[in-house]
């Protein structure tokens, strides 16, 4: 009698632990990937909503024209421009991605300088906060220096050469934040539900031979990951296994 009472015990421990492994692989293998959600995007092609400035102009972006917030030229040293953002969920991490055009002649932490430009948000204070020079010749023959590299956006990490991370070299230097291979990431949490980006340039000099404009203005943020419904059915089936396993040892 003990010897069958003693399979049985052993039986429902096996069980028992076979549901509780079996849930914890569907959880494992069926989680829905974290999916990022835009809630904000524009490149400035058809209108500059959001944004407190409105000029745009078409500028030579490499190999091809388009429009750009700023390309008019209205963005010059002294200027800024701001997106306000609602509706935010307080605590999220919010990702931001743009394209910055430096065109004229910036002249980085030298003579005639310092020539800066900034992004903040109003959660996260500066993001990008450095020097950058539009020099020539290309690679660094003005012996003019920026403070800005892909490592060091807030430009704490020593002097570079001119268009040291830039993407777009050919040309006025184009640079990436936010996507592309290296390029730094930006992100901020949200500590209300509305948040002001601050993008700014200023130089000694107040140059309006000087300007930035932007394209490509990304505001996203990453979903946490949701069981798939196919999971949700193992949990409730190991659930009701494990309920009747334990009725039948009663």
């Given amino acids: 009698m003990n010897c069958v009472h003693n399979k049985r015990k052993s039986g429902d421990i ?14 494992m ?8 959600t835009i809630v904000y995007s524009n490149d400035f092609e058809t209108n500059t909503n959001g944004f407190t400035t409105t ?12 429009k750009w917030l700023g390309g008019d030229k209205s963005l010059h040293h002294g200027s800024s421009t701001s997106l306000s953002l609602t509706g935010l969920s307080v605590g999220t991490v919010y990702n931001v991605a743009f394209d910055l055009y430096l ?30 020079v539009n020099d020539f010749p290309i ?19 020593g002097e570079f050469i001119g268009r040291t991370g830039a993407d777009v070299v050919l040309g006025e230097p184009i640079y990436y934040f936010g996507h592309g291979a290296g390029n730094p990431l930006l992100s901020f949490t ?3 539900t509305s948040e002001i980006l601050h993008f700014a340039a200023f130089d000694y000099q107040q140059r309006v031979d ?30 009701i296994c494990l309920g009747f396993n334990r009725r039948k040892r009663r």
């Avoid at 293998?29 to 990022?36: C, D």
Wanted: glycine share 14%; net charge negative; proline share 6%.
């Fill in 14 to 27: 096996i069980v028992t632990v076979l549901i509780r492994i079996l849930a914890l692989v569907g959880i």
């Fill in 103 to 132: 065109g004229g002649t910036w002249d980085g932490s030298g003579a005639f300088g310092p020539d800066y430009f900034q992004f903040s948000t109003s959660s996260a204070g500066f993001l990008v906060n450095a020097t950058f």
């Fill in 55 to 66: 000029g745009v102009g078409t500028v030579p972006a490499g190999v091809s024209f388009t």
């Fill in 139 to 157: 690679g660094g023959g003005s012996g003019k220096t920026q403070t800005y590299s892909d490592s060091t956006p807030l430009g704490d990490g």
């Fill in 190 to 192: 949200a500590t209300t």
């Fill in 29 to 36: 293998v069926s989680m829905t990937p974290a999916s990022a």
């Fill in 210 to 239: 000087e300007f930035f404009a932007l394209d490509n203005v990304v505001v996203s943020n990453e979903d946490a990951p949701v069981p798939e419904p196919a999971t949700l059915a193992l949990l409730s089936l190991g659930v």
